[in-house]
């Protein structure tokens, strides 16, 4: 993809992303239409051609929708990059937030900062548990120096499995009346709870991660061939692959502090986009981001809208599409070299 | 000038890979570093590359010590071609090739997006003769194809010193010489320096100006194919049992092996049945 075209394609995908988050406020229980919408949203903007929307209309787009929506796509996009520096930096197709133990670990950190009161920040305690689980998943799957793919996810499953144990408990221990619902939105992951202070946590971890990782691409595509490859390209491996997995932990906590644990937007996202954008990191991570977040709010519409007035946890959904891509990539595999 | 390497020693985990190992090669020649399985070859190779930290030892590079070089200055003055190497993802020829100009290049905005080194990619697509496959994926290629695509991204990468790894490794015959003349053709239009693992002595004696044998991580003989290829050395190392000929036409030794057993096979069959 040259220049142009790439230019050309994430103007495209960032339009359609707008439309995306504009039809998805629009639907719901209560009927309001594209035009209420965008002026509510440019009312409260100050942008001219704003205002005149009933009280309650405007209400449900700016406390409610517009909030859900925006986390959505924040959650979607950091997902998705998430998934992108995963795969290239342990170079396992297979590798994903969710699938490593990651999100898992990053719920029973918010978990246990939100029930037992430890003096944490949610998305700080959320980041914790995140790297704790990954370089948990990370030293159970090396042997001899090197990590296949194959074995990376047994042990991602094994941290996964414990994390999320330890999640229902530590919620169990301090039962309350919806315990159940609350185990199931941390561990399927949900953002039904979204407000303007999820969009913060969510937005602002995407800006300042997305933007590293991006000025990290160069240093990404030099591991494509390996460690020793990237060392003799001039690339620092150890210090360069342990900020990277750094940055994803606190991407992913961020993410999971808002939304719980949501399954295979970081796995089946990169592939998606890689095929579009091809392998270089510079163009392949920005339309991650942009496609990421429109998988996540369009999952979540459908999760709050199919079996209306009943709501899913938007990882049923992520799954029901996830899990046969993820199927797709394992029967699609040529080689068995990574199992 | 050339290299260098002076009393490099490594272990690791108490196993010695590399013992005391110092050698001068000369600059502009291409140098066969050779050894059973297991004598340290591709460790030497890493050594080299500054890739790996040696316990004890040095190699310069020019006089400058490799491991006193930031690991981008090394990049730009070395370009290493691993055994086996493999792309985690489907890459295209021109994609390869590009890996080589991230030395040289922006340490933001230079990996693949880079549009500017086209004309790098093309010459050196062009100068190992797969110039028409710019666009094949990687995984489409023969195996002789993508060993020129990899030296290919080594010459991008503009170095003075070039490493390979059992470059010959699974590739037909046919093939392996012409990658080996191929290798020889860039060394001397370029006037860079090449040391490669090979395992094949015979390759090794037609193609290469001057050779290193180590035994165990030992350097146990080093000079020109004449000196390094004796049958004494031969068989003290690899304990086979040959003789050294020269080449019919190109006068460079050719190692005749004789095979175990076969002697023995043969003489009870000239005594016929009894």
Redesign the interface.
Known sequence: MNRRRFALTLATSVVALALVVAIAVTIGPAGISLAEVTRSIAGHLGLPGGGGVPLLTDSIVWQLRLPRVLTAGAVGAGLALSGVVMQSITRNPLADPYLLGLSSGASLGAVAVLILGVGFALPAAAFLGALAALVATLSIARVGGTITPGRAVLSGLAIAQLAAAGTSFVIFWSAKGDSYREILNWLLGSVAGASWTSVGIAAAALAIVGTGLVLASTRLDAFVFGDTAAASLGINVNATRWALLAAVALLTGAMVSVSGSIGFVGLILPHLVRGLAGPGHLRLLPLAAVAGAAFLITADTLARTVFDPRELPVGIVTAFIGVPVFIALIKGRKSASWA | MGVTITGLSLSIDGRTILENVSAAVPAGAVIGLLGPNGAGKSTLL?LI?G?AKPDAGAVLLDNVAVGSLP??????R???L?QN???????SAH?VVL??R??H?????????G?DDREVVAEALHAVGVGDLADRLW?TLSGGQQQRVQIARAIA?HPSLLLLDEPTNHLDVSAQLSLLSLVRQQVRARGLTAIAALHDLNLAAAYCDHLLLLDAGRLVAAGTPDEVLRPSVIAAVYGVDCDVIPHPRGGHPVIVFSPAGREAERAESFRGPS
């Open positions: 890493r590359a890739i690991r981008r200055e090394a990049a730009r070395i370009a290493l691993e190497a493999a792309p985690s993802v489907d890459l994609d890996l080589g991230i030395p290049r922006s340490r933001v905005l230079g990996g693949f997006g549009d995984h990468q």
